[in-house]
């Protein structure tokens, strides 16, 4: 089979996606939130960070859409600049973790014997701590803020691309080219590029798709249990958090945030969903296809 | 029609029966709470549930050191003396005592009335046992430094104690108000050093008004009337602490009426959910002063905290008032010291500072640091900006806001600020012990006696004593010493007038605000009256009438 | 195959001692100790506890040979006792917490099986229909809701606002008073808050996963057979599609054993549960060494077995896939 990627098989993508209609609304929804989270500091209304006791737990209005928090600072302002959070943090801890995925996953394909059996025995390490568990004790190691979270985020998370890049090259190696730039001597970084990862990328991209919604759900989780972003700064999950006692006077704190949480999440596992059926046709016919489909 | 099959039919009742006994269970509520007037003499019976946020240590009070031990061990167990309502000590196991013309000698005089849970007679022998199992180097007890102060303790007769201090020491009454253990169950124990793994850490015998009934580890402990307590029984036939290791779900157990008390609310709390009409009928609010205070803590290590002059630009630009209407919704009083407001040492003629940002300006451009560049933040004569990073322990709400609020503060002041939240054990491990710290927000918890050798001396800065600023002053240090080792209370009163007088110039800390406490029982309870002392001080004198008991389990 | 799962088990074996050093030397590093906990932080605290705790639990020799003399009290299946005041027996601490995670985990499972499979049986085979979507978008929203916020709005709801259920622990205060009948019901309502939220959310997953199973199955040729064969669509499904279908499924639930033992920290939490996962957390909090270690032994020999069996069934199950060797059709 001739190397894929070609502009049919993207119109033909395209055609199947958009067929999807709750994948297309999704993916519209994503565009929007990821502009508004760009354009933050310019359209929200208030300075999010800046208490005011005097405004203490108002409910929506007129100068604060989405009401106060505890500390008297304007909800909406802090929804706004907590989708940054949210993003930056689902983007760059799923970065992380393709990054190590796929280093990982080509070592262990490429090089086989020894170095894949260890690979995989860390992935296997990897998945036997309880990943909450394992969050937990290395926050408590590391200082907290965003950046140890997105790394600790991304270092619990590569397993899955770890396995789908080394499944790639599996399926590589039987065929007859590969062996063939072996014996001309081409090097490993060569055949990653130019064979591997153009078959791996499709199915790559549907995993960090789909890990980027857990990633801001596990960021979420972390932040509800007081151990997220620093204050003052606002993510959604702390936004909850601060909330959560007020829950019957205060419903604005937990109605908005966890609705952002909500679209966000949704919005990107459909389109996540919509890229992975629209690529199933392919799909079918690789390993790889199996691999992200039964988790082997 | 097809009948339905048996399965779905006992579900149903099952379901008919749940709804029933749900419905059952809110008539006998609304009807116990309507008798109410007629029959409000004090009668045996009830049960009183607690909430507790983390399961006790243990059932040795001394040798833990979480608050629901002391709690807990609080009923079983009794000291010598108590304190009363106004914060006195009082006698309890002890009908009299008295001091020595040269303070050096403390005698107590025993009741001959008292009985261990197991029938065995309390006498002089288990407060020899319980002196030297505290001091023995084997047993694992965090606070043993007023043991330790005493130089021996003789029983001469069964019911008379003699303590011999080597040096007068202020709060020796007081050393013996912990509890007592007995020596007939456990002298063995504390020679071999295996207390903790002793009977009595899970099935205590103790001389107070309510005996151990269970503990069921994570889930809660049940206590029962002691028929036989010398001060007569208690009201209160048994007493639950349930563990719910979340505050929200503890309130909102509260709001279901499934815990009768909970020992303080949060200022939003009170003030604002827990105002609706259902709510006040169910029960009583009560607010006092507590006994803690807050506090923005310098390191004076830090050479930018060594000129005064920055301390006080701080305590400038700090608007406490703001911080207890945001923090506590004015639901405190402003603190100026590290004494307790209402006590008999406390003074507030003190140098006060007032909300003033412009004052912090100018104060710290005259200790150098100026706005050099225009960015919005004060640099010093080299061009370094001032930044500082606020830490507190993670899990405290009240800490954060204020963390957040003086961040803010600060801005307005030219001094860029981040904050740190970090989680307990890590937080005083790696930067308060080892001083790896610019400002810290703590609190610290004042006894019913002012003396604060331990946090203000000189000699208490090691890294695992108490003095945490670094603070040294020679006056300071001969007026603690001073005030210790006094025990005529109108001497006493000088030396600590004088000391708050010098803290309040000095700075090493900004005291903040002492929180009010913000307990809330169910009105079906009588017998709660709050006081300096809180409202527990006279918990087996609670009781609830016949009409009104809810949990009639005898 | 035999062979297969022999090597498997003997490869095991330096993992979970892997596992164990390394988890012991994390947690070693992490700052703060156990005597933090001990000796707090209040103006009258002893500093010289500190130095007999010390040598009492051995914290003053260096890592390795704490961990050496862990290991060998382990194997023995002696994990010490718990570094808190209380001073229990590892074992013991999580002997008491075990149970009723496996509990309510193991009705969590059993209800989400229940209702995905039907769920993703028939989205597969309406795709693109507009039950499909309703229930996409519905099991999507559960997968998308966090817990926490779940959790809670349904106490409020439920126990506080209407007051039907309970809202915390797992059982009254006055159960030891109430009847046979009346206890299990009590029991039964304690739980239904904290089921209803782990479900909501793990449902999405799994009926996805039946789904994409389902419709994989589905385009294979020998459905397409049987359908030329005349049967009825009914047939087809539940005879041939759904069998096959169901593979994966075993696959995945084998490999959520493990989780089964781990409980969910957030939901034993808000609900006052006592299971694993609150021990979990509290005993890093406290770093609490033995109960951790023994914890996470427990858990990761179990993940292993899990495993182990996950890819024994599999290979057992499914003809096709055989261990490290060929592949099926070219």
Not at chain 1, 44 to 63: C, F, G, H, V, Y
Not at chain 1, 87 to 95: E, K
Request: aromatic share 10%.
């Amino acid at each position: 089979m001739a190397s894929p990627g070609g502009r049919g098989e993207l119109r033909q993508f395209w055609r199947t996606f958009a067929r999807n209609q709750l994948a297309m609304c999704g993916g519209v929804v994503v565009m929007v939130l990821v502009t508004l989270a760009v354009l933050a500091p310019m359209i929200a209304p208030w300075d999010p960070n800046r208490p005011d006791t005097k405004k203490i737990l108002e409910p929506p209005s007129r100068s604060h859409w989405l009401g106060t928090d505890p500390l008297g600072r304007d909800v909406l302002s802090r929804v706004l600049y907590g989708s940054r959070v949210s993003l930056a943090v689902g983007f760059v801890s799923v970065g992380i973790a393709a990054l190590i995925g796929v280093l990982l996953g080509s070592a262990a394909g490429y090089h086989g014997g020894v170095v894949d059996n260890f690979v995989m025995r860390m992935v296997d390490l990897m998945l036997v701590f309880p990943r909450f568990f394992l969050l937990l004790a290395v926050l408590a190691f590391l200082k907290p803020s965003i950046w140890t979270i997105m790394t600790v985020i991304g270092l619990t998370g590569w397993m899955g691309v770890a396995r789908l890049v080394r499944a790639e090259f599996l399926t590589l190696r039987e065929r007859e080219f590969v062996i063939w730039s072996e014996s001309v001597g081409a090097g490993a970084l060569r055949i990653i590029f130019r064979h591997i990862l153009p078959n791996a990328i499709a199915p790559i991209l549907v995993a960090m798709t789909l890990g980027i919604p857990a990633a801001i759900l596990t960021e979420a989780g972390l932040s509800f249990l007081g151990l997220g972003v620093q204050p003052p700064y606002a993510t959604w999950g702390n936004i909850l958090n601060d909330g959560r006692d007020y829950i019957e006077i205060a419903w604005w704190l937990t109605l908005y945030p966890g609705l952002a949480i909500l679209l966000t999440v949704l919005s990107y596992n459909l389109m996540g969903e919509g890229i992975r059926d629209a690529l199933d046709p392919r799909l079918r016919q690789s390993r790889v296809g199996r691999i992200i489909r039964l988790g082997r | 029609m097809r009948r339905r099959p048996a399965r779905v039919r006992s579900l149903l009742a099952g379901i008919g029966i749940g709804a029933l006994l749900a419905a059952c269970n809110s008539s006998v509520d609304s009807r116990s709470e309507e008798g109410a007037a007629a029959a409000s003499a004090p009668a045996y019976g009830d049960t009183f549930i607690q909430a507790s946020i983390g399961d006790i240590g243990g059932l040795i009070p001394s040798l833990t050191s979480d608050q629901s031990s002391y709690e807990v061990g609080g009923l079983i167990y009794d000291g010598l003396v108590k304190t009363d309502k106004d914060l006195n000590l009082v006698p309890a196991m002890a009908e009299s005592w008295t001091y020595s013309r040269d303070c050096l000698d403390l005698t107590f005089k025993l009741r001959r009335d008292v009985k261990w849970h197991d029938g065995h007679p309390f006498t002089a022998d288990d407060v020899l046992f319980t002196y030297r199992t505290m001091i023995n180097p084997k047993t694992p007890a965090p606070f043993k430094d007023s043991f330790l102060l005493v130089k021996d303790v003789q029983a001469p007769d069964p019911y008379t104690v003699r303590v011999r201090y080597d040096k007068p020491y202020a709060r020796a009454v007081e050393t013996w108000s912990g509890e007592m253990l007995p020596k007939h169950l456990l002298q063995s124990f504390a020679e071999a050093g295996t207390l903790r793994e002793s009977p009595q850490n899970s099935h205590p015998i103790g001389t107070g008004p309510y005996r151990f009934q269970e503990w069921k580890p994570g889930e809660k402990v049940v206590l029962v009337a002691n028929p036989d307590y010398f001060d007569g029984r208690p009201y209160l036939s048994r007493v639950v602490y349930r563990v719910i290791p979340s505050q929200a779900t503890i309130f909102l157990e509260l709001k279901a009426r499934g815990v009768d008390y909970v020992s303080t609310l949060t200022g939003i709390q009170y003030a604002r959910q827990t105002e609706y009409p259902a709510f006040r009928k169910a029960y009583h609010k009560f607010r006092y002063p507590a006994s803690d205070y807050t506090f923005l803590g310098f390191n004076l290590r830090d050479p930018r905290f060594a000129d005064r002059r920055v301390r006080q630009a701080f305590a400038h630009a700090i608007n406490k008032q703001e911080l207890i209407d945001g923090v506590r919704l004015g639901l405190a009083r402003v603190a100026t010291g590290p004494i307790r407001p209402g006590t008999w040492a406390y003074t507030d003629k003190v140098v006060q500072y007032d909300y003033d940002p412009e004052k912090a300006r100018a104060l710290l451009a005259e200790a150098g640091w100026k706005d050099r560049n225009g960015d919005g933040i004060v640099e010093d004569a080299e061009g370094k900006p001032f930044t500082l990073t606020i830490r507190t322990n993670q899990g405290n709400d009240e800490r954060k806001k204020i963390a957040e609020i003086i961040q803010q503060r600060l801005k307005d002041i030219g001094i860029q600020a981040d904050i740190q939240l970090i989680e307990w054990a890590a937080f005083i491990k790696e930067f308060v012990k080892p001083r790896r710290f610019e400002v810290v927000v703590l609190g610290f918890g004042t006894g019913i006696d002012p003396d604060q050798f331990v946090v203000w001396h000189s000699s208490q800065r090691g890294p695992d004593q108490m003095n945490r600023t670094g603070y040294a002053n020679p006056e300071v240090d001969a007026l603690l010493e001073a005030g210790r080792s006094s025990c005529v209370q109108s001497e006493r009163v000088r030396y600590y007038h004088r000391i708050q007088e010098i803290l309040a110039q000095d700075l090493p800390m900004i005291f903040l605000y002492y929180r009010d406490a913000l307990p809330v029982v169910a009105s079906r309870i009588h017998g709660v009256k709050a006081a300096p002392a809180g409202i527990m001080y006279n918990f087996d004198e609670w009781y609830v009438p016949k009409a009104q008991q809810r949990y009639t389990s005898g | 195959m035999a062979l297969f799962a022999l090597r498997r088990l003997l490869l095991s074996i330096p993992l979970l001692l892997g596992i164990t050093f390394v988890s012991y030397v994390v947690i070693g590093l992490a700052p703060g100790g156990p005597l933090d906990f001990l000796t707090p932080e209040d103006p009258n605290a002893s500093p010289e506890v500190k130095e007999r705790l010390i040598k009492e639990f051995g914290l003053d020799r260096p890592i390795y040979v704490q961990y050496w003399q862990w290991l060998t009290r382990a194997v023995r299946l002696d994990f010490g006792r718990s570094f808190l005041p209380d001073g229990r027996p590892v074992l013991t601490k999580i002997g008491e917490r075990l149970p009723v995670t496996l509990f309510l985990n193991l009705i969590e499972m059993a209800i989400i099986v229940g209702l995905a499979v039907p769920i993703g049986v028939l989205s597969a085979t309406r795709q693109y229909s507009l039950y499909d979507k309703i229930t996409t978008v519905f099991v999507f929203v559960g997968f998308a809701t966090p817990d926490f916020w779940l959790a809670l709005l349904l106490m409020i709801l439920f126990g506080v606002q209407l007051g039907w259920l309970p809202i915390s622990g797992l059982r009254s205060l006055n159960w030891e008073y109430l009847t046979f009948f009346q206890q299990q019901w009590d029991f039964f309502s304690h739980l239904i808050l904290p089921i209803a939220v782990a479900t909501f959310g793990g449902l999405a997953g799994f009926s996805r996963y039946m789904r994409q199973s389902m419709l994989e199955v589905v385009r294979q040729d020998y459905v397409q057979t049987a359908r030329a064969k005349g049967l009825s669509e009914r047939t087809v499904i539940s005879k041939h599609a759904l069998r096959n279908a169901l593979l994966p499924v075993v696959t995945i639930l084998a490999l959520a054993l493990p989780g089964l033992i781990g409980g969910s920290v957030i939901i034993e939490s808000i609900f006052a549960i006592p299971g694993m996962g609150q021990l979990m957390v509290q005993s890093v909090f406290s770093r609490d060494y033995p109960v951790v270690m023994g914890n996470l032994v427990i858990v990761a020999t179990l993940t292993l077995v899990a495993n182990l069996v996950a890819d024994i069934t599999y290979g057992l199950v499914d003809p096709r896939i055989r261990f490290g060797g060929r592949r099926g059709r070219r």
